[in-house]
């Protein structure tokens, strides 16, 4: 019963500070991620000694914050929309992880990293948070412009190589020689995974959650959902694949349900207690020691130096693309969620150390910090009224938007009501 206790007086301590960093962010106008991570930092067994992100039950909690996640990210990607867009997104989407890629890789190995903690670090600079970008776009009034579709639809194709490439990368971490057998294998399992379970499952599962959402039970609707993207996530394990592909293949399976909102409301709603707890974590394995090391710091400028120019140069790459080009690069710049990730998995499993891990962290910061006043510096625009319903993945990663009083005033004039 004592350790009960010690646990919840961990858990609280977690959960308050988590959401004391995220309003601290926000109110200089960061995402929520910036400082759930940086909380956990300072919560960290490094620095106060609060929490110990090994503990079982704070561990699985924070890969359940993980799948809740990349369940959202799912039930937020429209496959429709993203087809508008196909090439040019397609084309910013390989450039935009193939570039970043190779230089985090070269940067590495001329920093003396091995060929494994390489892999990391360039895995770590392939994918973009489709929250953060989003977010800040929708913001600034840029979402549905020509440029706003092309990121959205990149992002997500980046995530999923990044995802497949994460998932070579765990297996070499294992133990499992890096073969180009090996990687066309693990490609073909998740790419073959997510296509399976879209064909299969708008077929199957429309009608499920049509009878489920008769009935009388509160929250069923949600909770079944749930338990979809366990069970998807369980598949895509055994099948060889990552628990986040599955999870990432239930939410798109469920975009185009009449009951995707009151899903994604109540999803939500467990996302504010364990997606934090996953951000907060993170930063809990910081060794705050890491970052006194000259070399570190060297690295983790250097990473994000690449990873800033890999992003950018994508923008300009689609042949036929007339939007702001440095727009598009911009804006897939920031890590955010899915860099995180990526930094948890390869220290968990061993494939990176504290170093290397403090290095892709700062990566992560910075990356996640210089996006959204470099984003308006090129936009320029006055932010949109507010989202009514306020939920979802960017309400997770970036926290409320909470309108100023001159943005309220200029809204009712808008409407008429002054």
Do not use: C, N
């Not at 609280?12 to 960093?21: D, F, N, Q």
């Amino acid at each position: 019963m004592h350790d009960i206790g010690a646990l919840f007086l961990s858990l609280a301590a977690l959960i308050v500070a988590a959401r004391l960093g995220a309003e601290a962010a926000q109110r200089v106008g960061q995402p929520a991620i910036l400082g759930e991570l940086l909380t956990g930092v300072v919560v960290g067994k490094a620095a106060l000694g609060l929490i110990d992100p090994a503990q079982p039950v704070i561990a699985a909690l924070a890969e359940l914050g993980v799948l809740v996640l990349l369940f959202e990210i799912g039930l937020h990607t429209d496959l429709r929309s993203l087809g508008r867009v196909g090439r040019d997104a397609g084309i910013v989407a390989i450039v935009g992880v193939v570039a970043p890629f190779a230089l985090g890789v070269a940067a590495a190995r001329a920093f003396g990293f091995s060929a494994l903690e390489a892999l990391v670090a360039g895995a770590a600079l392939t994918a973009t948070s489709i929250g953060i970008s989003a977010r800040t776009l929708r913001d600034l009034g840029a979402l549905e412009s020509r440029e706003g579709q092309v990121v959205l639809g990149a992002a997500v194709l980046d995530d999923l190589i990044g995802l497949i490439i994460l998932g070579v990368v765990a297996k070499t971490a294992a133990g499992a020689a890096p073969s180009a057998m090996e990687i066309g294998r693990t490609s073909a399992v998740a790419i073959g995974f997510v296509v399976v379970a879209i064909v299969v499952g708008q077929r199957v599962v429309p009608p499920v959650f049509a009878r489920v959402a008769t009935l009388r039970a509160a929250g069923s609707l949600g909770l079944v959902a749930l338990a979809f993207a366990l069970v998807m996530a369980a598949a895509a394990e055994a099948a060889g694949s990552a628990l986040i592909i599955g999870a990432l293949a239930a939410g798109l399976v469920l975009h185009d349900t009449p009951q995707r909102h009151p899903i994604e409301s109540s999803i939500t709603a467990l996302g504010h207690f364990v997606v934090p707890i996953f951000f907060a974590a993170v930063g809990a394995m910081v060794d705050l020691r890491a970052f006194a090391s000259p070399a570190t710091l060297a690295v983790g400028f250097v990473l994000t130096a690449v990873g800033v120019a890999g992003k950018v140069i994508a923008g300009f790459v689609p042949p036929r693309f007339t939007g702001r080009r440095l727009l598009v690069g911009v804006a897939m710049v920031p890590r955010g969620e899915v860099g995180l990730i990526f930094a948890q998995v390869a220290l968990a499993s061993g494939a990176i150390a504290a170093g290397e891990f403090g290095a892709i962290m700062l990566m992560v910061i910075l990356t996640t910090v210089v996006t959204p006043p470099w984003l308006a510096a090129l936009v320029r625009a006055a932010p949109p009224a507010p989202d009514a319903r306020g939920d979802g993945l960017d309400d997770l990663v970036v926290g409320a938007r909470r309108p100023s009083g001159r943005a309220t005033t200029a809204v009712r004039r808008r409407s008429g009501h002054e």
